[in-house]
Each structure stands twice: as structure tokens, then as C-alpha cells.
């Protein structure tokens, strides 16, 4: 028969085992949090200062709406953080996003990109260039519309335009042009702010879309 003080040793030594466990557990947990944060902050220090700003997430999300005298009224969303990797400078970004038409029409994105190189973490004034296409989980091969902004920072907004992309991409009635060539003699420029928001912003806006 174990005696109490045998049990109260054995006890004892259960507990301490499973505060270790759960020390090692907690210390590998914050091992694979913060990782690629620690990351971030050494090759890419001005992701957690989009939009001029401290923010903890190295992310920044921001919408706008824009006006083609073509084809219409249009609401973007998107959300940017670095691309690191092979291949991938230390500006890279690539994100996720979404765009809506007037008409109701709803398009996921994919976004690709890059920021102008240069020292500190202050991106005001620096160029940006983005690449906003169709995501297609199916793969198969349509990405349409497939767009370009480029502009810089004049925090917290990026202010941009469209190379014509948007009169490209889509029809007169706001529909996706047939080979992306809906007006390939328009040299239209649309302009985009996009602020710093929600995906709740952009689904107001959207929604106002609609309305107007």
C-alpha cells in the first residue's frame, strides 16, 4: 500500500510535469505567433506603419470608390501586407480584396504589388504600384477584370489611378468587356483614394451603389 506522503510526492511530481508541458506548449505557441512578425520587423519595418501610423498587425486594409465616365461607378476594397520569400524584395506586397459594380456585380481579388524602396519606416510620398485580378479558386484561367493602379502614399491615404485599366476591363454598361478590350481607344484615367476602413465600409458603399 502507498503511503500518503508517497502520494503526495507523486501528485507533486504530476504537477510539476504538466507545468512544464504547458510552459513548453505557451513557448511554442509564441514561437509560431510572433515568428513572422519578428520577420516583418527586421526585412519589411514599414508594414507596421501603413497608412503613417503604429499598428501591431503589419496589414493594412483600405477602400475607395471610383467614377469612370465609360462604364461607371465602382467600390474597391483591399488588404496589403509584405511578400517575402524567393524572389520577393523587401517592398513586395500582396493581399486580398473585392470590388463591386453599380450593377450588382461582385468580383474577388487577388492583389500583387510593390512600394518604392527607401529608408525608415515613413512611406509618405512613396510610389506604389498594385495589381487587383479576379481570384479564381478554380483555375480556370479566366481572372478578368484584371487591373492596375499606381500613385503614392499622402498618408493615412493611397492616392492612385487606374493606366486605364478600369475602360478596359469593362463594357459601357459596366459589364466585363469581351477580351478586355472595351474601349481600346480610350485613354480614360480614373482616379481611386483608397482610406483606410473596413470590409463593412466597403459593403456600405456598395450597397449605396446600388441606390444611386
Known sequence: MNKPEDLSRSLLSARRTGRKLLLMLGSLA????????????????WAFFMGGHFHLNPKWTGWGRMHSNTSGDYAIYITIAPSLGRGHSSTDIAGQGALCTQG????????????????????????ATIYPHNYNPRRTGHNDPSLEFRGRWNNPDLVLE???????????NGGLAKSNQAHPRI?????????????SDFEAACAALKRD
Open 104 to 127: 450588382g456585380d461582385k468580383y474577388s481579388l487577388s492583389v500583387a504589388g510593390s512600394l518604392e524602396k527607401g529608408s525608415g519606416v515613413d512611406l509618405q510620398g512613396r510610389t
Open 187 to 199: 485613354q480614360e484615367k480614373v482616379s481611386l483614394t483608397l482610406q483606410e476602413g473596413s470590409s
Open 162 to 172: 487606374d493606366e486605364g485599366s478600369i475602360s478596359r476591363a469593362f463594357d459601357s
Open 30 to 45: 509564441v514561437l509560431a505567433f510572433g515568428l513572422p512578425f519578428a520577420v516583418d520587423a527586421v526585412i519589411a519595418p
